[in-house]
């Protein structure tokens, strides 16, 4: 710690002892201003940030809580020191309830008075720490829990996360795989009075069976091979916040017991210990499974069922979410790319078995491929038209017969040279191939 250096302001009206701090101080390294007066003090704090100021209590002019008072309004991440000759009960007490850090009475070792320094610096240091930390979740918060869509039945979702947020009720969110379900946990979260701390999630199907019950309540140092050390386990880091467990079907029906116990009376105990700790934690589980037939089939415990179902949230998969697709598209689109009318009438058409989920991934994988405007060639072969089956008598069935029969041709004649042909025919191998699809020309 000696190695830590700081900008500290003294002010004392008492000439001898102040020149002998500013001394030691600036003898150790450290960036030292000294003003005699509360006022000096103030303008001093009105013009740089310090780190520390060391006051003394009974200054002329303004008193040492009024000196406190104003310093901590113009920067309230500066830690005060009071030093006074006079150490009263009185002093102590009140001036830690205006924020001071330390009080010190006169006289002491200067060491003594540089060590509880840097105390009130790594104070700082944790509290600006924790600030940066707040915001960070603060903003992660905000951008995942940002839902788009207007359809009826994700108007729906809306007003039920409304009214299901503020309370501490469970809540089990159902859908398909990619339908957004972890999004939903996130508003619930934000919608409730736990929003100040941070959201835990698990997902029961990322984990190996037995490290479920580790993960979830935490273990004790030698409970099993490899626990050097006690760790705690989700319940106790969300506890005052919300728990989102994913994926509930896959947890392991051995295991179940012990999570109903958490969510009834909010008890629990470690792998490998016998004492009982109590956590408040709200539940938001999710699930792609049926659980009501898992229970029915013995896989899921029905009283567990029942209680994290207290309200049950459906998610519609996207197929089923009508012009949601095209506000979607539009909303993960990055900025300075376009969709050719064809490619976006093929993604607004598509049926999307992996939801919001691969909705995403597909405009991604278009962005990196494309230059500015996506076109079909862009997307995956899966969004190719059906062939034309149109007859070939008409003169577009005969178009369409000929480009076929050309496509076939030069392929023939370059022996299946994919490269060669593309290269003849003017197009990127990439449409060929989706030419011969088309056509239903073999590889």
Not at 272 to 279: F, N, Q
Not at 289 to 309: M, P
């Amino acid at each position: 710690m000696r190695n830590e250096t700081f900008e500290i302001l003294f002010v004392d009206d008492d000439s001898d002892f102040a020149a002998g701090c500013v001394r030691w101080f600036q003898k150790n390294g450290h960036r030292v201003t000294h003003t005699s007066s509360g006022q000096d003090g103030i303008g001093q704090c009105e013009k740089r940030d310090f780190e520390i100021a060391v006051l003394d209590w009974n200054l002329p002019g303004l008193s040492g809580l009024e000196l406190v008072q104003r310093m901590r309004d113009i920067n309230p991440e500066t830690e005060i020191i009071v030093l006074t000759g006079e150490g009263t009960i009185e002093n102590a007490v009140e001036s830690m309830r205006r924020g001071v850090f330390d009080f010190l009475s006169k006289p002491f070792p200067m060491a003594e008075l540089e060590r509880r320094c840097l105390g009130a610096l790594e104070r700082r240091k944790l509290r600006k720490e924790n600030a940066q930390l707040r915001e960070v979740i603060d903003r992660t918060n905000r951008h995942t829990a940002k839902m788009i869509g207007e359809c009826e039945t994700m108007r729906k979702v809306f007003r039920l996360i409304d009214r299901v947020a503020p309370t501490d009720n469970p809540v089990l969110i159902q859908g398909e795989s990619g339908t957004g379900k972890e999004l939903v946990a996130q508003a619930i979260h934000q919608g409730s009075t736990r929003a100040k701390y941070p959201m835990v999630t698990v997902n029961c199907a990322a984990l190996p069976e037995q490290l479920v019950e580790s993960e979830l309540f935490g273990h004790e140092k030698g409970s099993f091979t490899g626990a050097t050390a006690a760790k705690p386990g989700l319940f106790e880091v969300a506890d005052n916040s919300t728990l989102f467990i994913d994926e509930i079907g896959e947890m392991p029906l051995a295991l179940q017991p012990k999570l109903l116990r958490v969510l009834e009376d909010g008890s629990m105990r470690r792998v490998g210990s016998e004492k009982e700790r109590r956590v408040d934690v709200r539940i938001v589980a999710a699930t792609n499974r049926n659980l009501k037939q898992e229970v029915e089939e013995g896989r899921f415990r029905e009283d567990l069922y029942y209680r994290i179902n207290v309200l049950i949230l459906d998610l519609p998969p996207l197929r089923e979410r009508g012009n949601d697709v095209g506000l979607l598209i539009d909303y993960f689109l990055a900025e300075g790319y376009e969709l050719a009318e064809d490619a976006r009438s093929a993604l607004e058409s598509y049926d999307w078995p992996g939801n919001i989920r691969q909705l995403i991934n597909t405009i991604k994988r278009a962005q990196i491929l494309s230059d500015d405007v996506i076109t079909m060639d862009d997307l995956p072969d899966e969004f190719e038209p059906p062939p034309n089956d149109s007859d070939s008598s008409s003169p577009e069935g005969s178009l369409i017969a000929l480009q076929r029969q050309h496509i076939a041709e030069v392929l023939e004649r370059e022996k299946g040279n994919k490269s060669a042909a593309a290269r003849i025919l003017g197009v990127e191998r990439r449409k060929l191939h989706r030419m011969m699809k088309q056509h239903g020309i073999a590889e």
